[in-house]
């Protein structure tokens, strides 16, 4: 979305969250992209709140580190932001053409941007010409400038060069349409809940219709466990990642309450897509982020919702060397790579 230079046979994707960073570099040269290096590094709680980077310190030696120990190559990479700096939003404009829009969209956007349009920078895609006779559907994005460029310095300061920050949630479908098999006309919920965040992103035939991001993730099912279980941070995260047996059922009645706020804010979405006469249903929700690990998640998700629910992988579509994964499972090991994984998957000139 807001370009600075030029991309490479190499792309390194690189998402910056508020419980770990996570890479992976993937090489474009052969007919399929090939997965050459994957890691994540975990932040402590208080590096980065909310997506605000609290200790910039913690976070630029860890992004440096991630990037020595799994022996990344590539300084350029492809970031995103999300959460209340970005705006997604589905407009109409009279017709006219993607040049005359580019200079029109500045005055677009300030009718539609609770934001001064002079702290934001703009971009926006052509969805749809075919709608009506003299109007056209657009897709506007707009991202606080403050928060693009401290993402841009932050990198910079980790010996990085950004080459392309985009939309965490756009970074998700990206993952999803070039992994997931999907039926044409079919509605798709993408789910990618991390640890203060959840990007929703309801898509059809490759287009965006609904895209919001709630402030209600994983970091709520911490809280719980330490409220409920009476334990503290630390022992909390142990409980979540290594319930064991005696501890599942607990668990599980946790996250499923969890499951229900979530649900609230998830229907929430889907009234708008309703109101605004576009999708009347969800044929599918696509699950991803560190919180879709939670037990029990999954299926309050999909008994409240009443739509299948498939857990993501962005690696599916992806070739590597035999013996990159170790032990590991990289079924497992995807959801957590989503974000970074779209990233990675943006060709030069998308
Ligand atoms: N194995 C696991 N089981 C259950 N939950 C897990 C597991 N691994 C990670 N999580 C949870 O996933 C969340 C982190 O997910 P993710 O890495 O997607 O978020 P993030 O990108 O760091 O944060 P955000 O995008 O919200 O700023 C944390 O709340 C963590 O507790
Ligand atoms: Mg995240």
């Not at 059809?204 to 941070?233: H, W």
């Not at 962005?314 to 990233?343: I, K, Q, T």
Request: proline content about 3%; aromatic content about 6%; some cysteine.
């Amino acid at each position: 979305m807001f370009k600075f230079g030029r991309g490479s046979k190499r792309t390194v994707g690189l998402d910056i969250g508020s419980s770990s960073i996570k890479v992976v570099e993937l090489d474009h040269s052969g007919e399929t992209s090939r997965l050459v290096r994957f890691g994540r590094c975990g932040l402590l709680p208080e590096a980065i709140v909310d997506g605000e980077v609290m200790d910039r310190d913690v976070v630029v030696d860890t992004i440096a580190e991630l990037f020595e120990v799994n022996e990344i190559a590539s300084r350029h990479v492809v970031s995103a932001v999300s959460g209340r700096a970005v705006i997604v939003k589905k407009i109409q404009m009279d017709m006219m053409t993607d040049e005359q829009a580019r200079e029109a969209i500045h005055w677009e956007a300030e009718q539609h941007i609770p934001f001064d349009i002079d702290d934001v920078s703009l971009d926006f895609q052509v969805l749809n010409r075919e709608s009506s006779p003299d109007k056209m559907d657009v897709l506007l994005v707009a991202a606080k400038k403050e928060m693009l460029e401290a993402r841009s310095e932050l990198m910079r300061a980790a010996g990085l060069t950004p080459t392309v920050i985009d939309v965490e949630s756009f970074a998700v479908q990206n993952a999803y349409e070039r992994n997931h098999e999907y039926p044409e006309g079919n509605v798709t919920l993408l789910l990618n809940v991390g640890c203060f965040v959840t990007n929703v992103n309801i898509v059809k035939d490759g287009i965006p219709y609904f895209t919001r991001d709630l402030s209600f993730a994983g970091n709520a099912i911490l809280e719980a466990i330490q409220k409920d279980l009476g334990v503290d941070y630390d022992e909390a995260n142990e409980i979540l990642e290594n319930p064991g047996e005696e501890r599942l059922d607990d668990l599980q009645s946790i996250v499923g309450l969890v499951g229900e706020e979530l649900a609230v804010g998830i229907e929430k979405s889907l009234s708008y897509l309703r109101a605004s006469g576009e999708a009347d249903h969800v044929d599918r929700i696509c699950l991803s982020g560190g919180s879709s690990f939670a037990p029990g998640l999954r299926e309050s998700i999909e008994k409240r919702q009443g739509s299948p629910v498939e857990v993501a992988n962005p690696f599916r579509n992806l070739v590597w060397e035999e013996d990159l994964f170790g032990s590991e499972d990289p079924d497992l090991l995807g959801p957590h790579y989503m974000v970074a994984a779209g990233l990675a998957l943006r060709t030069e000139g998308e």
